[in-house]
């Protein structure tokens, strides 16, 4: 079976972001298919090629996997209008490549919703296959948070994530509410399955060099967040509850936020101006870095900005990426993953808005050090038992081979 994958965002170990569509590409040339995976280029993250582009795109093999690079550079702090140029451009130059390539398969996942266009038109123009994979909920998520409020832009996404899921043979969705938001646009249940990200826990068991920034003691409560600085992310609860833990006189706790993003210069200029040395910025690391990072952190914050489609509308990569670290973690809306966190006993969850509670936590974890490594252990364990990437991964692979087996092929 040869696998046409599109996403836009597709980012190897040895750059920092998401490597699920690594994982799941690999997986299929380990059980002995092909995959083309058709690409943009991410800030911060890296394809594998380091070739000159020409004709505006590069290709090559990378781990077994036949990348196609187009070149369009995409970064989050990019404004409104020009991510909606690029993600149109790469939505339209992947139709080409849908067009004229030779596959079996082509599979398609979001961000962004435009991801699904290829996808539609091989389907109904060239009769294959269609896998679509839904990471977010567009266009309820940015409407949600009020990102978009053009009518017309949003009848739009709606339209169009109306026929990415009718033209798809099946789908996979990230999250719970996710794969109810799915059903809700009347796809039926069986041409649906959960596979949430997953927990890399070969990464975040090798023998790597753990390390701090200069500014955080090994004596400190050390809480990180790995992540985007975004609108979506909430990141000035951090703030807050650095602005609680000063007035207490808690310095021995830090908070250090790595990453980048659109928000990044406004939290920075934030903490400068109230003086919470407290709070540690850090640019992003590949996956290796931050394997060691983890290593010598105490607890992983999992925070989003408190829209109620969040709460069941996301699968957050860096909660994975935690308790495949062996992390507690303190998690700050309600939803699917605080249910976990409360179940499994592996860490703290708190209602948002509450920079008192959210103090409290963090409070509790400096204090009882012997029940934050219980806690760990039970992250790990749920790690281990429920969300490892090989075993997910595998599920992904029978998905694509029970889709185009079910076609005919």
């Not at 994958?5 to 590409?25: E, N």
């Not at 036949?66 to 702090?77: A, G, K, M, P, T």
């Not at 690391?285 to 489609?309: C, E, F, H």
Request: include cysteine; proline fraction near 5%.
């Amino acid at each position: 079976m040869k696998v046409l994958y599109f996403h836009q965002h597709f980012v190897t170990p040895k750059g920092a972001g998401a490597i699920r569509s690594y994982a799941m590409a690999r997986k299929l040339v380990e059980r002995g298919h092909s995959v083309t995976m058709v690409c943009g280029s991410a800030q911060g993250g890296t394809t594998g090629l380091t070739g000159k582009f020409v004709a505006g795109q590069r290709r090559g093999f990378v781990d077994g996997i036949d990348v196609l690079e187009l070149n369009l550079e995409y970064s989050n702090s990019d404004g409104f209008a020009k991510r909606i140029k690029t993600f149109l451009s790469f939505a339209f130059r992947s139709v080409k490549v849908a067009m004229t390539e030779k596959y079996d398969v082509v599979f398609a996942t979001t961000t962004p919703l435009t991801a699904g266009i290829p996808g539609i038109l091989a389907r109904w123009l060239r009769g294959k296959p269609f896998v679509f994979e839904v990471r977010d909920l567009w266009p309820e998520l940015p409407k949600a948070m009020g990102v978009i409020t053009n009518p017309a832009i949003l009848w739009a996404m709606g339209v169009l994530e109306w026929a990415s899921y009718r033209s798809a043979h099946r789908l996979i969705g990230l999250s719970p509410g996710i794969v109810e938001g799915i059903k809700k646009r009347g796809v039926p249940s069986e041409r649906i399955t959960m596979i949430p990200n997953g927990c890399d826990l070969d990464i975040f068991s090798e023998e790597v060099e753990p390390w701090r920034p200069e500014s955080i003691t090994d004596a400190d409560l050390m809480a990180i967040f790995a992540g985007t600085h975004g609108m979506a992310n909430g990141l000035d609860a951090v703030l807050d509850a650095a602005a609680e833990l000063k007035r207490r006189g808690r310095n021995d706790i830090k908070l250090l936020l790595i990453g980048n993003g659109k928000l990044k210069p406004v939290l920075l200029e934030r903490a400068r101006r109230e003086a919470l040395d407290n709070v540690v910025f850090h640019e992003p690391v590949n996956k290796t870095r931050l394997a060691g990072l983890m290593r010598s952190t105490d607890i992983g914050m999992q925070i989003l900005a408190n829209v109620p489609a969040f709460y069941y509308g996301t699968s957050p990569n860096k909660f994975f990426d935690y308790i495949a670290a062996g992390l507690p973690v303190l998690n700050n809306y309600p939803g699917w993953l605080a249910g976990m966190i409360e179940r499994e006993q592996c860490g703290y969850s708190v209602l948002p808005a509450d920079p008192q509670a959210f103090a409290d936590a963090l409070g509790s974890a400096a204090a009882d050090r012997e029940g934050l490594k219980a806690m760990g252990l039970n992250a790990r364990r749920l790690a281990e038992r429920e969300f490892d990437r090989d075993r997910l991964s595998d599920r992904w692979v029978e998905w694509l081979e029970a889709t185009h087996q079910g076609a005919g092929h």
